[in-house]
């Protein structure tokens, strides 16, 4: 779970920079100046991304913390 989580952070990142920077070699232009709230939908969505991606980090260190114990 946490390589998929991880995969698609890295997904919602490379989104995140062509929507905010864009492509002029593959004649992809930044869509942020033109749709502000799918610009603040998307980074909202990559923070998320990484918060689940801490937060299964953190539930395998407390399962091998508990494992550990025994």
Known sequence: MLALVTSAASAATAIVYLAHKGNARANWFAICQQFDSFCERISASLIGSFAAMALLVLL????????ARR
């Open 60 to 67: 395998i260190l407390l399962s091998a913390v508990a494992l």
